[in-house]
């Protein structure tokens, strides 16, 4: 027997279902409610939860691929019984059949509230992380070493480039210009591919001629480390790569002061300067199985974290990156999404493996050379796979490397500029990492250039036609905002805080999209293990609470604050777990140095001086927050 606390994912459908034939009842009538539910019933009964995280969305993807342009839903793709005299699938035919003629071509005006319906059914699922399998393991760690061997080429063809346009270069006292096309020379390398990089080139040292990679302020990220310290740990430096201190000196990027060193090598503490591998991880990504990426040594990381701030404000601020390149905002990017399915005037490009496929020797040809070495100097050179063999890295930097978004992002938003025909295409292209939004007029040159140095793009989801795009986490139909919920954290029955904190949301966002019945639905499940839990009237939205409850102020404890004076309630929240750990002075003091201060997570504010007074933050120095630690506990609120 199911027990009352348990969250049926097929009765979730089936709420779907219902809010779809309320809101839609004039075609999506009883009848079709319960024909429809009844092949859902017997498809999960069949096939278990595959048919909600692989079977639907895998219909979704056709759906997609379809509104894009890119191709027509036919029989033979969806997989689905069709209707009479139809390529449209039977199932929810009665959505279908307002956005497509019968034979799988798209309507001339089609039904954008159908499309939303069919993504909010087709889509909740997809990224629930359910556990995977070795298989689905493997094939990652497969695909990840594929990648690496396939570098061998683009390294090749680099070196060409290199050479080439090097013998060129120095041939000449002056700038490459047009004329220089009728030396022998020149045509070593294809004419397209020579103004590219020259002009990618010329982009970069714009931005980076001065810049100094050394006035950094280097810091700990919040991830694990290949090195295994945690925590305070981090601060005790057992390790620091010769490769580093070759260029980020010890004394000045390492200790808090040189009374710092001095009691250091006082001590007889041995510092060992070995150039440790990073080690690969595998983290839950969706259904269809994990992510991988690549943990950094703790040195390593130190060093790439302060490269890494000090690039982002300076890209964010630059006047040639500033309307074009994001770090912090994804705003422009999910607005150009939005406004390209209107208008069809903009593409979104989807690049595959892109953090993979930037090569260490794509680096040093389009880069300015004064920052190749402390480039070099911050990115691991070996990884560890989880069979233990170590891999020589020829990508510059895995995902999990703090200079893997923003070296990416660089390089392909230095590559389109380059390659773009004139001024209006150059100041439309966005990029937010691997998301990139150009004119549609100038995509497939975009995507041809990208290719040619090494890039990989996935042309079936990229949105190069039709009114369908997505960028960002926003994916736009004429305009119209038809992103789906999606479910990412699996449901359970005992008392989690991220189960707590997530599940809110999920119901919170189908409210907001009118689905009352899965809202109510997924609300009684919280509520059957948590009790009551406030709603926005009560919270203000200061903590974690529902769109509308059935809860009331009477049901929490409460108290009149004299000193805030204002009124608060006892309710859960999410507090993560802390532990004091009491470091020697030295470490506690470099730790004081660098995090005391922080830039605030606001654009405009992120764009001041780090150690700017205003942005200073009190905090313990001994007191650290435990990754996904947290707990849930009452608090006066």
């Excluded at 027990?3 to 779907?16: G, M, P």
């Excluded at 802390?578 to 506690?588: C, H, R």
Aim: hydrophobic fraction near 40%; aromatic fraction near 10%.
């Amino acid at each position: 027997m199911v027990s009352k606390k348990s969250l049926d994912e097929y009765k979730v459908i089936e709420h779907l279902l219902y809010d779809a034939h309320v809101s839609w009842s004039s075609y999506f009538n009883a009848r079709a409610f319960r024909l429809t539910t009844s092949v859902v019933e017997r498809r999960v009964r069949l096939e278990g939860l595959g048919f909600l995280t692989k079977t639907l969305p895998r219909l979704g993807k056709l759906l997609d691929k379809a509104l894009a342009g890119e191709a027509k839903l036919t029989r033979v793709n969806h997989g689905f019984t069709t209707m009479k005299d139809s390529e449209l699938p039977r199932f929810l035919g009665e959505f279908f059949s307002r956005i497509f003629q019968p034979n799988g071509d798209i309507l001339p005006n089609p039904d954008t509230n159908c499309v939303s319906v069919l993504r909010r059914i087709l889509y909740p699922f997809y990224k629930y992380e359910t556990p995977y399998t070795e298989a689905q393991t493997q094939q990652v760690v497969d695909s990840f070493i594929e990648t690496e061997n396939d570098l061998i080429h683009i390294d090749a063809a680099v070196a060409n480039w290199t050479r080439s346009f090097d013998e060129f270069a120095r041939s000449r006292s002056r700038p490459i210009g047009v004329e220089d096309h009728k030396d022998p020379l020149y045509h070593t390398l294809p004419v397209n591919q020579l103004r590219v990089i020259r002009d990618a080139r010329r982009l970069l040292f714009e931005v980076f001629k001065r810049f100094d990679p050394t006035d950094i302020i280097p810091r700990h990220g919040p991830g694990v480390v290949a090195t295994k310290q945690r925590l305070g740990a981090k601060y005790l430096w057992t390790n620091v790569s010769h490769r580093i201190t070759s260029v980020y000196p010890l004394d000045a990027y390492f200790c808090a002061s040189l009374g710092h060193v001095c009691d250091i090598a006082g001590k007889g503490f041995t510092l060992t300067d070995y150039d440790l591998p990073a080690q690969v991880l595998l983290v839950p990504k969706d259904s269809r199985g994990p992510r991988l990426i690549s943990c950094e040594p703790v040195d390593f990381q130190w060093i790439q974290q302060g490269l890494r701030s000090a690039i982002y404000e300076l890209v964010e601020t630059h006047a040639l990156t500033r309307h074009n390149v994001f770090f912090t905002n994804q705003t422009p990017n999910q607005c150009g999404a939005l406004l390209g399915s209107l208008t069809g005037r903009y593409a979104t490009l989807d690049l595959k493996e892109a953090s993979d496929r930037v090569s260490v020797s794509l680096v040093h040809l389009l880069f300015p050379s004064h920052l190749h070495r402390f480039l070099d100097a911050a990115r691991s050179a070996s990884t560890v796979l989880p069979n233990g063999t170590q891999l020589v890295l020829r990508k510059f930097a895995p995902m999990g490397s703090a200079l893997c978004f923003p070296i990416m992002a660089l390089t392909i938003w230095a590559l389109l500029t380059a390659s773009a025909p004139d001024g209006d295409t150059r100041e439309s292209i966005l990029v937010y990492g691997d998301d990139v939004i150009v004119p549609t007029a100038f995509a497939e040159s975009a995507m041809n250039i990208l290719e040619v140095f090494g890039l990989r793009i996935n042309r079936t989801k990229s949105c190069t036609q039709g009114s369908f795009r997505e960028s960002c986490g926003v994916d736009a139909f004429k305009g119209v905002n038809v992103t789906p919920v999606r479910f990412r954290t699996v449901w359970d029955d005992t008392p989690r805080p991220d189960v707590y904190t997530s599940w809110i949301a999920y119901a919170n966002h189908l409210f907001d999209k009118r689905c009352y019945s899965t809202y109510n639905y997924i609300v009684s499940k919280l509520e059957a293990i948590y009790g009551p839990i406030p709603g926005e009237d009560i919270s203000q939205k200061r903590y974690p609470s529902l769109r509308c409850s059935s809860a009331r102020s009477a049901d929490f404890k409460r108290r009149s604050n004299v000193g805030l004076q204002k009124l608060q309630h006892k309710v859960r929240v999410e507090v993560p777990s802390s532990v004091i750990q009491v470091l020697p002075g030295w470490n506690m003091l470099l730790r004081f140095f660098v995090e005391s201060r922080k830039p605030a997570k606001d654009t405009n504010e992120y764009r001041r001086a780090i150690w700017d007074a205003e942005s200073s933050i009190a905090f313990a120095v001994s007191s650290y927050t435990k990754r996904n630690a947290s707990i849930l506990a009452w608090r006066w609120r």
